[in-house]
């Protein structure tokens, strides 16, 4: 066997590895997405039902209830937070709408990334959009409660003050640290499957052009 002979076999047999590859790969992928997709609308849903219980609640609460004024702006907050929370989810699950099965294999893939990188991005900065102004709400509910309360003892006051807003801050580390698990374990993972599969369609099936 010649040199050239060598080359072209290697190659030969390095394609029907890679295609091997991707077609374990993409039977997997197709798998994952069904579930992902799945994952993404029932949590849109689940917290959707909360944010109108939320409302519905304390829009109630505040119609019938006399409360401080401090009170009713964490109220209003909190209300604010939990509409925001919700329309966020929504506006990215819309702008990310599951690609169209009839594409070719590489676009898909292509699209599935960006996608799951949204997702990445969308939980990493959950404090910011989601927890954040609900639990900022939480805290002036608690101030506007505390301060109404007359005659409450001084060391009473800041104790209770500093007992709610440790709380609250441990709320926020315990949602961070879920969603950044569920990145760190599910979709990164999935991101660098993704990213494998295109770079072998890319690499070693030029001549299908992703189909």
Known sequence: MNLD???????????ELARDR??????????????????????????TAAAVFVVVFFGVFLWFVPCPTIMQFGI???????????????????????????????????????????QIQLLRSVNWWYSGPMLLGCCVMVYGVLNAIPKLPAHIYYGFMAAFYACFLAAGYIVYRINA????????????????LVQLLEDDLPESDGK
């Not at 002979?5 to 394609?15: A, R, V």
């Not at 990215?92 to 070719?104: F, G, Y």
């Open 5 to 15: 002979d060598f080359k072209s076999d290697w190659k030969e047999q390095h394609s």
């Open 22 to 47: 991707i077609d374990a790969l993409g039977t997997d992928m197709a798998s994952r997405v069904t579930k992902f997709e799945s994952v993404i609308r029932r949590r849109d849903l689940i917290e």
């Open 76 to 118: 209003g907050i909190f209300i604010v937070g939990v509409i925001e929370a919700v329309a966020v989810l929504h506006w990215t699950r819309h702008r990310d709408e599951q690609p169209e099965h009839d594409l070719p294999l590489l676009g898909f893939c292509t699209a599935e990334i960006r996608r799951v990188d949204r």
């Open 181 to 196: 698990k569920a990145v760190e374990s599910e979709l990164v993972p999935m991101r660098n499957d993704f990213a494998e």
